[in-house]
């Protein structure tokens, strides 16, 4: 009867667990400004995430500044592939994909030492890393003018 028993207590731990879940989500979808604040702090972490990423580029006119910078991104991307994180370390290395000067030559040899999936990850993610190098180095040259 105690097996019986405690089942009966979990069920209703469970259902009233999930009572609350309902509850609570309908009061916060209920607010007025709800959906105001959801997209305000939608705004604010994509303009953060792109300006952190836009200041790590480095000066592209510098020679020096791109190559330490793409040696860091490499060995960064080298280090969080071996640690399984794959998100982070492609993304550090499309990083330096952008800004090497012979990147066909670089995909050739990751495309060797990476594992194939892990290489089309890559490969996706190129066209929008490179979309912001160009996006990066028009608003320098903005700032230049």
């Known amino acids: 009867m105690s097996g019986r028993a405690s089942a009966i207590v979990a ?10 879940c309902i509850y609570f989500d309908k ?16 705004r604010k ?3 953060s995430s ?12 510098d020679p020096d500044a791109v190559q330490q910078y793409f ?13 399984g994180d794959f998100e982070n370390g492609v993304d550090h290395l499309t990083n330096a994909i952008a800004v090497c000067t012979q990147p066909q030559q670089l995909l050739q040899v990751l495309q060797q030492t990476l594992p194939p ?17 160009i996006n990066f180095q028009s608003l320098s040259e ?3 003018e």
């Open 142 to 144: 903005d700032d230049v």
């Open 71 to 83: 040696l860091g991104e490499i060995q960064l991307g080298e280090e969080l592939l071996s640690q």
């Open 11 to 20: 069920g209703v731990c469970g259902a009233l667990f999930v009572a609350y």
């Open 50 to 61: 792109e300006k952190s990423a836009q200041s790590k580029l480095p000066d592209m006119k």
């Open 117 to 133: 999936p892990v290489f089309q990850m890559l490969l996706t993610k190129l066209p929008t890393i490179s979309q912001r190098i």
């Open 27 to 42: 009061k916060r979808r209920s607010d007025p400004h709800f959906k105001e604040k959801l997209r305000e702090r939608r």
């Open 45 to 47: 972490q994509n303009a």
